[in-house]
């Protein structure tokens, strides 16, 4: 292997990590706790919890729902999940409505995370790679090495969610805690919400609900 072709080589292997990277980090942006048990929050693991997404498809809130329900696991909860056939209505929050199915699964808290996108980029394949280094460019092709041309198609629109998390009482119907995360665009929906559900539940185990 020549000393261009293992530049070129490594080269790829930086930008697939930093792209993989940008694509798995989220951050909480905002978060709230009831004041009235900041300093005393009981903990939910070794409870139940009912978990819900809402979402702006069937698809996107199946597969949040499996990604909360994976997290809410590994901190020691166990997750149940609404009737599918609950009647929802428009003019409540879904928190509320999911109060007494959570009451009959003896349920402590209901979590809910509720999806809606936040950005949304043009996804260009423009990533060129030279003699001189690793540029990155946002034209119509893009040249590469000598005899090296890689072509650039039309790309696609990748979206961003932001995710806001709530916990609720069971026994109070009372919002105890609330924060909101936002991924950056990514055309991974899976890893996108996992690591939105990893950010906001990180989040309640540092104000100790779990």
Same mark, same amino acid.
């Given at each position: 292997?020549?000393? %261009?072709?293992? =530049?070129?080589?490594?080269?790829?292997?930086? #930008?697939?990590? @930093?792209?993989? +990277?940008?694509?798995?980090?989220? /951050? &909480?942006? #905002?978060?709230?706790? !009831?004041?009235?048990?900041?300093?005393?929050?009981?903990?939910?693991?070794?409870?139940?919890?009912?978990?819900?997404?809402?979402?702006?498809?069937?698809?996107?809130? =199946?597969?949040?729902?499996?990604?909360?329900?994976?997290?809410?696991?590994?901190? *020691?909860?166990?997750?149940?999940?609404?009737?599918?056939?609950?009647? $929802?209505?428009?003019?409540?929050?879904?928190?509320?409505?999911?109060?007494?199915?959570?009451?009959? %699964? =003896?349920?402590?808290?209901? $979590?809910?995370?509720?999806?809606?996108? #936040?950005? +949304?980029? =043009?996804?260009?394949?423009? @990533?060129?790679?030279? $003699?001189?280094? @690793?540029?990155?460019?946002?034209?119509? #092709?893009?040249? *590469?090495?000598?005899?090296?041309?890689?072509?650039?198609?039309?790309?696609?629109? &990748?979206?961003?969610?932001?995710?806001?998390?709530?916990?609720?009482?069971? %026994?109070? *119907?009372?919002? &105890?805690?609330?924060?909101?995360?936002?991924?950056?665009?990514?055309? !991974? $929906?899976?890893?996108?919400?996992?690591?939105?559900?990893?950010?906001? @539940?990180? +989040?309640? %185990? /540092?104000?100790?609900?779990?």
């Amino acid at each position: 292997m020549t000393r %261009s072709l293992r =530049n070129k080589t490594a080269f790829t292997a930086i #930008a697939a990590t @930093l792209v993989l +990277s940008a694509c798995a980090s989220s /951050k &909480v942006d #905002a978060e709230w706790t !009831d004041p009235a048990l900041r300093g005393r929050t009981p903990s939910l693991r070794g409870t139940t919890v009912l978990v819900a997404c809402e979402a702006p498809d069937v698809a996107i809130r =199946n597969i949040c729902q499996e990604q909360l329900a994976a997290e809410v696991t590994a901190r *020691g909860a166990t997750p149940v999940f609404a009737a599918p056939d609950l009647a $929802l209505t428009r003019d409540r929050a879904l928190d509320q409505q999911l109060l007494p199915g959570a009451k009959a %699964s =003896n349920a402590r808290a209901v $979590l809910v995370l509720t999806l809606t996108p #936040a950005a +949304s980029e =043009n996804n260009r394949p423009s @990533l060129s790679f030279g $003699l001189g280094g @690793l540029g990155f460019g946002g034209g119509s #092709a893009v040249g *590469g090495g000598v005899g090296v041309t890689a072509p650039v198609g039309e790309g696609r629109v &990748v979206t961003g969610f932001a995710a806001n998390g709530r916990i609720t009482d069971v %026994s109070t *119907g009372r919002l &105890v805690w609330t924060a909101t995360a936002v991924a950056p665009p990514s055309k !991974d $929906l899976d890893v996108q919400f996992g690591t939105l559900s990893i950010a906001v @539940l990180d +989040s309640a %185990s /540092k104000a100790g609900l779990f």
